[in-house]
């Protein structure tokens, strides 16, 4: 929590801002603050003020002007993203005089895409970051490279870029058919393009971009390009399929940890501004090291006692080589800060985690609780409800997921410290992320659907004060901002209206 709980106001004073402020007051004579031509482009004066908590501004809007008051630019944005929605929120164009105090609860507020089941264009990537600032999120996960892609440009791997980043078909329909088609299935980004998009969305939106290269396991594009990393030699293929395969980095070469390494170095220099690296370790499986004679001599070596260990053995010879080696640039001091951290999926825990690792707790709670009682940082980001690849409706149209159930109702709800947490170690619940896997959303269109209206939702589980929330206020608020969706394929489930969304080709 990044600022001092204040008491709880009558949520019907909220215009409609989402997420709800922490703090409210109304003037109580009934004055507005009407916008004009004249008025409209100079329309308030704002100043920092330090003693804000982070991210954290203030608004007083008075008859004749708005002051706002801003601890950092992130505040200074975020109070911007409030008068605009207040000024949308009024047709009438004229604002209650009121004074908005207000900070985040949470510090950590990520939204995630897979861009490697399937690529999505730059000007969606644009898009995706507008929505996530819109409702005040300050994180996105892209996950860049997976069995089925890699789509992250490598100058100086260059077979990455063509093997790796291609398939030659796609699984259809219900996993359990086992169908799929013919067709090639391309696409990268250049480091161009992601260094660019990172410096917009700070800068623009003071969204921090966090890149995922995954490993050890979910390596099997790399290896079609490369497979001497592998602990058979192959040859492989770009997985068409989903699932998880046994082909994974060979923790015993150490032409692995060459190449990773210079993956890691051209990744920070296109992802100049992120302290983070998330680096996977999640749904690696062990069977290819328990015969490869190198992985069994490196656990001879260093006497793990199982292929658990080893794996913890890989993370954290990783690690110790983005801190050693790594480094950033401050966001808001412009320094370059000596080390890179990294973020792992929980499995990072098994075999012993790495000494400054943050843990992304995506199987339940546990993760997230047994990093808080090791003194690591976490990020939850539980299935349930997290995952939103899962539907949001019972429907019997809605297109084709891979399973779950996840309504915006439930993401409402969700409370991201564990009850089970001592008060004493709940400073390390960083905040949470929601998860967007898209083994079966195959366009832009398609996410924007999974993701709203259970983006708003999030938001407010994550900025505002839990003694605040109230869903049906919440639902009323929620109503009014359709309005800004106009160029959003959003569910309607919540306001009570059939799905018109169109079926993606998957559902039986």
Same mark, same amino acid.
């Given at each position: ?6 008491q709880? #106001?009558?949520?019907?004073i909220?215009?409609g801002?989402i997420?709800?402020?922490?703090f409210i007051?109304? +003037?109580?004579?009934?004055d ?11 329309? #308030? @004066?704002g ?11 203030n ?9 706002v ?7 200074m944005l ?5 008068i605009?929605?207040l000024r949308?929120?009024s ?9 908005i ?5 949470f510090?950590?507020?990520?939204? @995630? ?5 399937h690529?999505?264009d730059?000007?969606?990537l644009?898009?995706?970051a507008a ?5 005040r ?6 996950h860049?490279?997976?069995d *089925?892609?890699?789509? &992250?440009?490598?100058?100086? %791997?260059?077979?990455l870029?063509?093997?790796? +980043?291609?398939? $030659?078909g796609? *699984?259809v329909g219900?996993?359990?058919h086992q ?6 299935y391309?696409?990268n980004y250049?480091?161009e ?8 969305c %700070? ?9 995922e ?7 099997l ?8 990393? +592998?602990?058979?030699g192959?040859? &492989?293929?770009?997985?068409k399929?989903?699932?998880v ?8 070469n150490?032409?692995?940890f060459?190449?990773l390494?210079g993956?890691?170095q /051209? ?7 992120s302290?983070?690296?998330h680096?996977?370790?999640?749904e690696?499986?062990?069977e ?14 260093n006497?793990h006692?199982? /292929? ?10 990783i690690e110790?080589y983005l801190?050693?080696?790594?480094? #950033? ?5 412009? !320094? ?17 985690l790495?000494?400054k ?6 199987r339940g ?10 003194h @690591? ?9 997290l995952?939103?690849d899962?539907y949001?409706?019972? !429907?019997?149209?809605?297109?084709h997921?891979?399973?779950? %159930?996840?309504?915006v /109702? ?7 410290i564990p009850? $089970?947490?001592?008060d $004493?170690? @709940?400073?390390?619940i960083l ?10 959303i ?8 999974m993701?709203m209206?259970?983006l708003?939702?999030? +938001?407010?589980?994550l900025?505002?004060?839990p ?8 639902t ?5 901002h ?12 919540v ?5 018109? &969304?169109?079926?993606n080709?998957?559902?039986?």
């Amino acid at each position: 929590m990044s600022g001092q709980p204040v008491q709880p #106001y009558n949520n019907a004073i909220n215009p409609g801002i989402i997420p709800a402020p922490q703090f409210i007051d109304i +003037s109580p004579n009934g004055d507005y603050f009407k916008f004009n031509k004249k008025n409209t482009r100079d329309f #308030y @004066h704002g100043t920092q003020n330090l003693s804000l908590p982070a991210e954290g501004y203030n608004i007083n809007i008075t008859k004749n002007n708005i002051s706002v008051k801003f601890a950092d630019i992130n505040g200074m944005l975020y109070a911007q993203q409030t008068i605009q929605q207040l000024r949308k929120l009024s047709p009438s164009k004229k604002i209650p005089c009121m004074i908005i105090t207000d900070y985040p609860w949470f510090l950590y507020r990520g939204l @995630h895409l897979d861009v490697s089941r399937h690529f999505f264009d730059g000007d969606f990537l644009y898009k995706y970051a507008a929505m996530a600032a819109q409702y005040r999120f300050n994180v996105i996960h892209l996950h860049l490279t997976d069995d *089925q892609g890699w789509r &992250f440009e490598s100058k100086i %791997y260059p077979k990455l870029n063509t093997i790796s +980043s291609t398939r $030659s078909g796609t *699984q259809v329909g219900p996993y359990s058919h086992q169908r799929f088609d013919t067709v090639i299935y391309r696409g990268n980004y250049t480091q161009e393009f992601l260094k660019g998009y990172a410096e917009f969305c %700070y800068l623009n939106h003071g969204i921090t971009v966090i890149p995922e290269i995954e490993m050890p396991g979910h390596a099997l594009a790399a290896l079609a390009a490369y497979p001497e990393l +592998s602990c058979t030699g192959g040859p &492989f293929e770009t997985a068409k399929g989903w699932g998880v395969f046994d082909d994974v980095f060979c923790a015993g070469n150490e032409a692995t940890f060459t190449f990773l390494q210079g993956i890691l170095q /051209e990744t920070m220099r296109t992802f100049p501004n992120s302290p983070y690296i998330h680096i996977g370790g999640d749904e690696c499986p062990k069977e290819r090291w328990k015969h490869c004679p190198k992985c069994q001599q490196r656990m001879k070596d260093n006497g793990h006692k199982d /292929e658990h260990e080893l794996q913890s053995y890989f993370i954290q010879r990783i690690e110790k080589y983005l801190q050693d080696s790594g480094w #950033y640039i401050d966001a808001n001091s412009g !320094d370059t800060i000596h080390g890179r951290n990294i973020i792992g999926w929980d499995e990072i825990l098994e075999g012993g985690l790495a000494p400054k690792a943050t843990v992304m707790s995506w199987r339940g709670v546990d993760g997230g609780i047994a990093a808080a009682q090791q003194h @690591h940082n976490a990020i939850m980001t539980p299935g349930k409800p997290l995952y939103w690849d899962h539907y949001q409706s019972k !429907d019997s149209t809605e297109p084709h997921s891979i399973g779950g %159930y996840n309504p915006v /109702e439930n993401v409402y709800a969700y409370e991201p410290i564990p009850a $089970s947490l001592p008060d $004493s170690l @709940h400073r390390y619940i960083l905040g949470a992320q929601a998860n967007v896997w898209t083994e079966y959303i195959l366009t832009p269109d398609h996410v924007e659907y999974m993701v709203m209206p259970r983006l708003p939702a999030l +938001s407010e589980v994550l900025w505002s004060n839990p003694e605040q929330k109230d869903y049906k206020d919440f639902t009323r608020r929620l109503n009014a901002h359709r309005t800004f969706w106009k160029f959003i394929h959003y569910a309607p489930h919540v306001f009570e209206e059939p799905a018109t &969304f169109f079926r993606n080709g998957n559902k039986q």
